[in-house]
């Protein structure tokens, strides 16, 4: 099987949606209130629309009013990888896939203090749910 990394750009443009391209791939951000998993709170897993790692679970999940998902933690920290990104003249931490290297968001500082005080805004588009059944 091929390393998720190894993937070409024409691969990943074959494999993923022009939304799904653009978040993953080009690091872009879907419009704040427009993504398919903003308001979405069903039991389940969130994998990576890119390659399919389980990146977050719905029990870290909760309404940040922001206009994107917004996560307390990963489902496992080796699951994520986070990076400064100092683009649009902002100092940030990015957070991307580990496993394929995908973009997701950012992780801020202002998420709820009783649970650790940290938000993973991530985009919608670079997530796949899978309910619990
Ligand atoms: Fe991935």
């Given at each position: 099987m091929t390393d998720p990394k190894d993937i070409s750009d024409a691969q990943w443009c074959e494999k993923?949606?022009?939304e799904q391209y653009h978040v993953l791939r080009e690091a872009g951000t879907e419009r704040a209130f427009t993504g398919q998993?903003?308001?979405?709170?069903?039991?389940?897993?969130?994998?990576?629309?890119?390659?399919?790692?389980?990146?977050?679970?719905?029990?870290?999940k909760y309404n940040s009013g922001c206009g994107w998902p917004a996560f307390t933690r990963p489902a496992q920290s080796e699951g994520i990888e986070e990076r400064r990104d100092t683009s649009h003249g902002m100092i940030r931490t990015e957070?991307?896939?580990?496993?394929?290297?995908?973009?997701?968001?950012h992780v801020f500082?202002?998420?709820?203090?009783?649970?650790?005080?940290?938000r993973y805004c991530i985009n919608s588009a670079s997530l796949d749910f899978e309910d619990k059944g």
């Amino acid at each position: 099987m091929t390393d998720p990394k190894d993937i070409s750009d024409a691969q990943w443009c074959e494999k993923l949606t022009p939304e799904q391209y653009h978040v993953l791939r080009e690091a872009g951000t879907e419009r704040a209130f427009t993504g398919q998993y903003d308001k979405h709170f069903e039991d389940g897993s969130y994998r990576c629309a890119g390659c399919g790692e389980v990146l977050f679970e719905s029990d870290s999940k909760y309404n940040s009013g922001c206009g994107w998902p917004a996560f307390t933690r990963p489902a496992q920290s080796e699951g994520i990888e986070e990076r400064r990104d100092t683009s649009h003249g902002m100092i940030r931490t990015e957070v991307l896939c580990n496993n394929c290297g995908g973009h997701l968001g950012h992780v801020f500082p202002d998420g709820p203090p009783d649970q650790g005080g940290l938000r993973y805004c991530i985009n919608s588009a670079s997530l796949d749910f899978e309910d619990k059944g």
